[in-house]
């Protein structure tokens, strides 16, 4: 009919970015090459090997440090406009500071990027995607304040070494998963487990990190180096399960992501008010003489406040929140106790590899119609959204290219809705190190043999429709490859 032919020619706009993502831990390899210092998921993975799902590591990964030229040559069989990777801080400053650069780490990453630019690929650098140097773990991480300093001169050698050509710079890669995972909880590097302030220490110290560093760029380089620093959040949707529960969703929101979007994004300034209440009044009723959510100074407060020239989202999925039902035991005290939610996933939605990702319908526009509201319609882009299968279903993932069409339809909807939405990166360029799930679950539009030492790359179906949609910007829904041979326009 009609109606539906017209929707399904929507366009998107010519300059908007199509890229996809990865992250230096997770694709490099060569962990103790050419001078590369020792990171805390080297150490984690090395001390404690057991803590991963099939007791392997990112010793060499999809060895992307050999392989790179192959990765470039893939971003160009899928037509890549842009390509976001990470910066392993530990391969440029051994020790995490900034009085010893490695060369070798400097090259490779040059190397890199110019044969991107060779290729006309736009490079996304971030800063920090997990791998902290070992030596900075040792004295806190980001428990201790001075990870603000230490960051900030870690990117002035990024900006100044790789500024020239690169334009978009995100200082943090999810600072939920460092924090409350690596911090709060045990489910990332370093496995702290210090339920009752990890998570509201590394969050403090993490956004004034990520200031610091913005001012850098701002006051250093922008002037001669013309290119944009901003953060990516990871943002599901979290809504209610009936009218009732509005407010515990909107509690588990800030927890997820408004602890660390506020001080930045809103125009107050400073952690979400809803929680910053709620801790306190636990925190007070558990026998803590202050909150253990530590507040910001006045002067960090201002120092934070609009340091960002875009919001980045990672986006995968949704839940529904319900203020009674489905709520369990959490260690006490804890941020999961302090918002005590339930989490309720209807059956019908979609079920991939990972226990925490359904396709959950229009996801992607309840997210940021919500964020486009609350914070005046920053510049944003959705910097990963992926989908995963298990290593046996090899090239087959039509459910990985029904997940991206339904996305992407979500992103269309999303432009209409008037959201200042200029890119979208699929997680992920090719299979690589899912961190604590090691290599059980695939996430790549490549398959990587990793039994090969050569590590070989095939395109999966997806990647076919992917490469359609991006050439052709919009997304034909009867789409199917001719053959599973992929080449370069
Ligand atoms: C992201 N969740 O993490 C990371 O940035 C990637 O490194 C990772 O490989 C990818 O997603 C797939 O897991 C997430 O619980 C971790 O909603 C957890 C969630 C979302 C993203």
């Given at each position: 009919c009609q109606a539906a032919t017209v929707k399904q020619q929507r366009k998107f706009p010519d300059d908007f970015l199509f890229g996809t993502a990865t992250a230096s831990y997770q694709i490099e390899g060569a962990w103790n090459e050419d001078g590369?210092?020792?990171?805390?998921?080297?150490?984690?993975?090395?001390?404690?090997?057991?803590?991963?799902?099939?007791?392997?590591?990112?010793?060499?990964?999809?060895?992307?440090?050999?392989?790179?030229?192959?990765?470039?040559?893939?971003?160009?069989?899928?037509?890549?406009?842009?390509?976001r990777f990470s910066l392993s801080w530990s391969r440029i400053l051994p020790t995490g500071m900034a009085n010893e650069i490695n060369p070798a780490g400097v090259e490779f990453y040059n190397n890199y990027?110019?044969?991107?630019?060779?290729?006309?690929?736009?490079?996304?650098?971030?800063?920090?995607?997990?791998?902290?140097?070992?030596k900075l773990q040792e004295l806190g991480g980001f428990a201790n304040p001075y990870i603000s300093d230490w960051f900030a001169d870690y990117a002035r050698v990024v900006y100044k070494s790789f500024g020239d050509r690169v334009k978009h710079f995100i200082t943090f890669n999810e600072p939920r998963e460092i924090c409350f995972e690596g911090y709060g909880a045990a489910t990332k590097a370093p496995i702290l487990n210090s339920t009752a302030i990890g998570t509201y220490l590394c969050a403090k110290h993490l956004v004034i990190a990520h200031a610091k560093a913005y001012y850098v760029y701002d006051k250093e380089f922008r002037e001669a180096q013309g290119g944009q620093c901003g953060i990516t959040i990871s943002v599901n949707w979290f809504g209610a399960h009936t009218p009732e529960d509005e407010y515990a969703a909107e509690l588990k929101r800030q927890a997820?992501?408004?602890?660390?979007?506020?001080?930045?994004?809103?125009?107050?300034?400073g952690f979400p008010k809803e929680l910053s209440q709620r801790i306190a009044e636990k925190s007070a009723a558990q026998g803590y003489a202050k909150s253990r959510l530590p507040e910001f100074t006045d002067e960090e407060k201002a120092l934070v406040q609009g340091a960002s020239d875009f919001f980045g989202v990672n986006h995968y999925t949704g839940y529904l929140i319900s203020a009674t039902q489905n709520r369990v035991q959490n260690p006490v005290p804890s941020l999961p106790d302090d918002v005590d939610i339930g989490v309720v996933v209807p059956d019908e939605w979609p079920k991939s590899a990972s226990t925490w990702l359904t396709l959950s319908p229009n996801s992607i526009l309840y997210a940021l119609s919500h964020l486009k509201e609350r914070y005046n319609n920053p510049i944003f882009y959705i910097t990963e959204n992926g989908w995963s299968t298990p290593p046996e279903s090899g090239l087959n993932d039509d459910m990985r290219a029904t997940y991206y069409r339904a996305a992407l339809e979500s992103v269309l909807d999303t432009l209409d809705a008037g959201v200042n939405l200029k890119g979208y990166m699929a997680w992920s360029l090719v299979d690589n190190f899912e961190w604590m799930e090691g290599y059980t679950e695939r996430f790549g539009l490549y398959n990587v043999d990793f039994e090969d030492p050569a590590r070989t790359r095939t395109p999966r179906k997806s990647a076919f429709v992917y490469k359609h949609i991006v050439n052709n910007r919009f997304i034909d829904h009867s789409y199917e490859p001719e053959s599973m041979i992929m080449t370069i326009d």
């Open positions: 590369k210092g020792e990171n805390i998921w080297d150490y984690m993975t090395h001390n404690n090997p057991t803590v991963i799902k099939d007791e392997s590591n990112g010793d060499i990964a999809a060895d992307s440090y050999h392989n790179y030229k192959r990765d470039v040559e893939i971003m160009r069989e899928l037509s890549l406009d842009a390509y990027i110019n044969e991107m630019l060779r290729y006309n690929i736009t490079p996304m650098i971030t800063l920090y995607h997990w791998d902290l140097p070992q997820e992501w408004g602890i660390y979007a506020e001080p930045i994004f809103s125009s107050q300034g």
